[in-house]
């Protein structure tokens, strides 16, 4: 979970950093060393994962990083929503006007310094869990008195020169064991050191050089013998007699495949003493997926203190301001079910400004979300529904040009008044949207038709879902020349007759779409071949309730649906 939190980070710095915007430009100094300290740590970080499940030190280091990283996330948020306010204005000039930025250019120096110094603090202290000396860090010889390591640098094995060591390489099972030779020869020889290995191969003790001497087995029980052991430890609470018929032909098959090991045997017996059990597969799996989602604050019972939160009736506004750390806020309902939120939650999910995921489709407002505009960092919005031009309260559409790191948005309009005149270019510009979904389901009024008529998408974008469209004619914006980049498109549930004339395009103009989708569509009267021609880069088409959509070649789509793949029906 760290490794994956520092290479988004890293990746999100990086970007930040190319931009040369002025106010991280003040602070790159800072954030440099940050990110050179954290492309040292982050070879370690994968095993210091690991490790820390075994180690209650280490997973408290691990914490405690994770902890640091976010925070790092937010300085650098803070700093490119600045850049974006003041950027228009030179510094001097900047700071003659609002010389009340100067604390915010104060307190973002401090944090910066004060995350640098825990991270080397934090980078000496995974160190011992490693046994080697990492981070570019010089050899301490006296703080390894033995060497014990999860994790190998051949070039670091020099560190035991002089000494008298005992290495053990347990339950080796690979049989390349080039690996090895490397270690082997780096080992230095005499002062009375050891090797062990153990392995249930013994041609792979062999390959390690081990003499016919030196290879111990070892003594087995017979059948028997392991059975009655078997007896005595698991059915001690009725002497050492199974009592079941059942019981005992499963533990027979269990002391077989023990083959005779007594330590075998007993590790087995410890965990069935005879009693039976029932448990749910589920029940044990989902006990695993909260204690590791709680580990690595993904998720807690109590909401505090997460990444990530699930939208239910009795959430309050007091989850949100108790919870600055808020990544995410969806809806984790099933789908028939929805929930209901308070007016006063509403008002203050936009306080969460570090939030990056926000999904309300499953959810019914007392009152329309206020100020989803200053979500500056907002990276993924579904189920938005825009505030009525008569509603004194709410978030506008056009409240989304602010919204500039938009990935994916889910919008449901079903009213014109939703669009104001001055807002249809509400989306145009928001360059970073991949994925667009717009539902007019329960819409109201043919003047919505317009509105949506002139809701141009950004030209980047890379997939579209249109459902419930209104109209007899697909959208104006709905062409090649409009979505030049768009690969796959999904169209259901509409009253859409025929396309309009722009979706065509010309002699020099094709769509780039590789996959569609049409669905209940049932006034849908377009050719297939002419779809095919203005598609050239199709590759898989899904239809199903399109009964008016001519020379489809698949036998009974109409009603039953049907897929149609480029390979299958090549000429």
């Known amino acids: 979970m760290v490794d994956a939190v520092v290479s988004v980070f890293l990746d999100n710095l990086l970007k930040a950093l190319s931009e040369e915007s002025r106010i991280l430009v003040e602070f790159r100094d800072q954030f440099e060393k940050l990110q050179s300290e954290l492309l040292l740590m982050q070879g370690f970080l994968k095993d ?12 408290t280091i691990m914490v405690n990083l994770r902890e640091l990283i976010f925070a790092a996330e937010d300085i650098l948020a803070d700093c490119q929503l600045q850049s974006r306010d003041n950027d228009p204005f030179s510094a001097g000039w ?18 910066l310094k004060e995350i640098n110094k825990k991270i080397l603090e934090i980078k000496k202290d995974i160190r011992p869990y490693f046994g080697v000396s990492i981070l570019n860090q010089p050899v ?12 190998y640098d051949h070039t670091q094995v020099v560190g035991l020169e002089g000494k008298r060591y005992l290495i053990v390489m347990d339950d080796v099972w690979g049989e390349d064991v080039a690996w090895w030779q490397r270690i082997l020869e780096g080992l230095p020889k005499g002062n009375g050191s050891t090797v062990i290995i153990t392995s249930r191969n013994e041609k ?12 111990h087995w070892p003594k087995c029980l017979s059948r028997s013998d392991s059975w009655l052991l078997f007896r005595k430890i698991a059915f001690a609470a009725s002497g050492g007699e199974c009592t079941i018929p059942e019981l005992e032909n499963i533990g027979k098959e269990i002391v077989v495949k023990c083959k005779g090991l007594p330590l075998a045997i007993k590790v087995v017996d410890k965990t069935y003493n005879g009693t039976i059990y029932n448990c749910t597969i589920h029940d044990m799996v989902r006990d695993l997926v909260l204690k590791v989602a ?3 604050a993904f998720y807690n019972e109590k909401g505090s203190s997460c990444r990530h939160l699930g939208i239910q009736n009795d959430l309050g506004p007091k989850h949100l301001i108790a919870n600055q750390k808020l990544r995410a806020l969806l809806s984790t309902n099933k789908t028939a079910e929805v929930n209901k939120i308070s007016s006063s939650m509403a008002k203050k ?10 999904d309300v489709s499953r959810s019914i407002f007392e009152a329309s979300l206020s100020g989803l505009g200053r979500l500056s960092n907002l990276e993924v919005l579904l189920g938005f529904r825009p505030a009525r031009s008569s509603q004194l309260e709410g978030c506008r559409i056009g409240e989304l040009r602010n919204l500039t790191k938009l990935r994916t948005l889910g919008l449901q309009i079903t009213r014109a008044d939703e669009i104001g005149d001055n807002e249809v270019n509400a989306l145009i510009n928001l360059q970073e949207l991949q994925y667009l979904s717009m539902s007019c389901f329960d819409s109201h009024g043919s003047d919505l038709i317009t509105k949506v008529d002139k809701l141009f998408p950004p030209q980047q974008l890379h997939e579209l879902c249109l459902k419930f469209y209104p109209g007899k004619m697909s959208p104006m914006w709905l062409n090649p020349i409009s979505l030049p980049f768009l ?3 999904s169209i259901s549930s509409g009253d859409i007759a025929e396309m309009n004339e722009r979706f065509w395009g010309d002699v020099n103009t094709v769509w780039k779409i590789e996959a569609l989708m049409l669905e209940s569509l049932s006034n849908l009267g377009v050719e297939w071949l002419m779809v095919q021609q203005v598609m050239p880069s ?11 959509l001519g020379s489809f070649p698949v036998d009974d789509f109409g009603f039953r649906g049907g897929v149609w793949k480029k390979e299958e029906h090549r000429s």
């Open 48 to 59: 210091a994962d690991r490790l820390k499940r075994k180690e209650q030190a280490l997973h």
């Open 94 to 111: 900047y700071m003659c006007i609002y010389p009340k930025k100067l604390p915010f250019q104060y307190q973002t120096g401090k944090r």
């Open 140 to 151: 301490q010889n006296d703080l390894f008195p033995r060497w014990s390591s999860p994790v």
């Open 204 to 215: 792979v003790v062999r390959k390690m050089g081990v003499k016919e001497d030196k290879i």
């Open 294 to 296: 709680e580990d690595d």
């Open 349 to 358: 999910v936009h306080e969460s400004r570090y939030l990056r995921v926000l």
């Open 487 to 489: 690969k796959f498109l």
């Open 538 to 548: 199709l590759r898989v088409v899904n239809v199903s309730w399109c009964p008016e």
